[in-house]
């Protein structure tokens, strides 16, 4: 297997429509590198430009040590696993996964080896001899892979393979690659817009935006140390929720209000060393939903912002709830409106104010202008 580095990579379509800016990325041997981001980011161009299929109109990439900027696709020895799987629909499974490989000359007892070995770790054996119309998108996704498999090249890249699955087999699949990762112990880079696979797989994930890199992490790290607001919007499901408002300082201590003043927070002091320099100014507060409490079984031993919102949407989940709340105390007024995630112990009735208490160790502060973290 091999790194991949990509250092300033840009691409520049004709009329000057700048798709990828400046992309620096490195990627370690036997590493699982997940690019993720909203569609237009620049994601799918960054992969297809170390695969070969899009020319680097600016900067380096190097596989293995060596510049691949101008090497055709066939001689960069990466294997691609498409969206829409690219099987042959007159060739059998076993056909479409030894094709690459009669290409290239390999011994017939070599290419029978080979796919025979994919097909077992795979678990597609019983279905070597049928065309892919006889089966399930599941199992050709698994023969897309397969295909990849048996070339054994540096590098395998996979774009946005589950996307036109079902939710359960997403799941499964996404398992099943997460294992092939491990027991190949291969190079591979990832590209999705689900934000949950990109935190379940990767070992680290670029989050891209605007075809920008706008931060390079572990999941965890992404999730609890987002470098701005975008990151911190995009990782988590429910997404955070953000509030516009000034921190102000009053005879009982700090103060968040909204900037239409519907709601109002008390803060506790150690939210105070944050926000140095920052009093009267307008700011946005982020908040994850399962930070946010029912203030009457709020745990005690945290430092806790008190303040009210109305019930208006109660989302029962099993284990959990979402509840909707109402910041303004209107429930005929769109937006204003906070999620939070509780235990399903916890079953409010919408239409009533509830006391909130939200964590301010994980509340985020961010700069309206530059949408930076503060702090």
Same mark, same amino acid.
């Given at each position: 297997?091999?790194?991949?580095?990509?250092?300033?990579?840009?691409?520049?379509?004709?009329?000057?429509?700048?798709?990828?800016?400046?992309?620096?990325?490195?990627?370690?041997?036997?590493?699982?590198?997940?690019?993720?981001?909203?569609?237009?980011?620049?994601?799918?161009?960054?992969?297809?430009?170390?695969?070969?299929?899009?020319?680097?109109?600016?900067?380096?990439?190097?596989?293995?040590?060596?510049?691949?900027?101008?090497?055709?696709?066939?001689?960069?020895?990466?294997?691609?696993?498409?969206?829409?799987?690219?099987?042959?629909? &007159?060739?059998?499974?076993?056909?479409?996964?030894?094709?690459?490989?009669?290409?290239?000359?390999?011994?017939?007892?070599?290419?029978? /080896?080979?796919?025979?070995?994919?097909?077992?770790?795979?678990?597609?054996?019983?279905?070597?001899?049928?065309?892919?119309?006889? @089966?399930?998108?599941?199992?050709?996704? /698994?023969?897309?892979?397969?295909?990849?498999?048996?070339?054994?090249?540096?590098?395998?890249?996979?774009?946005?393979?589950?996307?036109? @699955?079902?939710?359960?087999?997403?799941?499964?699949?996404?398992?099943?690659?997460?294992?092939? &990762?491990?027991?190949?112990?291969?190079?591979?880079?990832?590209?999705? &817009?689900?934000?949950?696979? !990109?935190?379940?797989?990767?070992?680290?994930?670029?989050?891209?935006?605007?075809?920008?890199?706008?931060?390079?992490?572990? $999941?965890?790290?992404?999730?609890?140390?987002?470098?701005?607001?975008?990151?911190?919007?995009?990782?988590?499901? $429910?997404?955070?929720?953000?509030?516009?408002?000034?921190?102000?300082?009053?005879?009982?201590?700090?103060?968040?209000?909204?900037?239409?003043?519907?709601?109002?927070?008390? @803060?506790?002091?150690? !939210?105070?060393?944050?926000?140095?320099?920052?009093?009267?100014?307008?700011?946005?507060?982020?908040?994850?939903?399962?930070?946010?409490?029912?203030?009457?079984?709020? $745990?005690?031993?945290?430092?806790?912002?008190?303040?009210?919102?109305?019930?208006?949407?109660?989302?029962?989940?099993?284990?959990?709830?979402?509840?909707?709340?109402?910041?303004?105390?209107?429930?005929?007024?769109?937006?204003?409106?906070?999620? !939070?995630?509780?235990?399903?112990?916890?079953?409010?009735?919408?239409?009533?104010?509830?006391?909130?208490? @939200?964590?301010?160790?994980?509340? &985020?502060?961010?700069?309206?202008?530059?949408?930076?973290?503060?702090?």
């Amino acid at each position: 297997m091999a790194e991949v580095i990509l250092r300033d990579v840009k691409k520049i379509y004709d009329g000057g429509v700048v798709a990828v800016e400046g992309v620096n990325i490195e990627i370690k041997d036997r590493e699982f590198v997940v690019l993720v981001g909203p569609s237009g980011c620049g994601k799918s161009t960054t992969l297809r430009m170390i695969a070969g299929l899009e020319s680097i109109s600016s900067g380096d990439l190097m596989i293995d040590g060596k510049r691949m900027n101008d090497v055709p696709p066939k001689d960069r020895d990466i294997a691609m696993v498409f969206q829409n799987y690219a099987l042959y629909p &007159h060739m059998s499974v076993y056909e479409n996964m030894a094709f690459g490989l009669k290409l290239r000359k390999f011994p017939k007892d070599e290419i029978d /080896r080979r796919v025979k070995e994919a097909a077992e770790i795979l678990g597609i054996g019983p279905y070597l001899d049928r065309k892919p119309k006889a @089966l399930s998108g599941g199992q050709r996704q /698994r023969v897309a892979v397969g295909r990849a498999i048996v070339r054994k090249p540096k590098v395998f890249l996979f774009d946005e393979p589950l996307s036109n @699955l079902d939710a359960k087999l997403r799941v499964q699949t996404r398992t099943e690659i997460n294992k092939l &990762h491990r027991r190949l112990e291969a190079t591979m880079v990832y590209v999705t &817009h689900d934000q949950v696979e !990109a935190m379940t797989m990767g070992d680290r994930i670029v989050v891209m935006k605007d075809g920008k890199v706008q931060q390079i992490d572990s $999941p965890l790290n992404l999730y609890n140390q987002p470098v701005n607001k975008f990151v911190a919007g995009f990782i988590g499901s $429910p997404s955070m929720n953000f509030l516009n408002g000034k921190v102000t300082r009053g005879d009982g201590g700090l103060n968040f209000r909204q900037s239409d003043g519907t709601l109002s927070l008390s @803060l506790p002091d150690a !939210a105070g060393a944050r926000l140095d320099g920052r009093l009267d100014q307008e700011l946005t507060l982020g908040i994850r939903p399962e930070d946010i409490y029912d203030a009457s079984r709020a $745990p005690q031993d945290r430092p806790l912002a008190l303040g009210e919102a109305m019930v208006e949407v109660v989302e029962p989940m099993g284990n959990e709830i979402f509840l909707y709340l109402s910041t303004s105390g209107d429930t005929n007024r769109i937006g204003d409106s906070l999620v !939070a995630r509780l235990d399903a112990r916890v079953a409010p009735s919408t239409g009533r104010m509830m006391p909130i208490a @939200l964590d301010m160790s994980k509340a &985020h502060f961010f700069d309206r202008t530059t949408d930076l973290i503060i702090g």
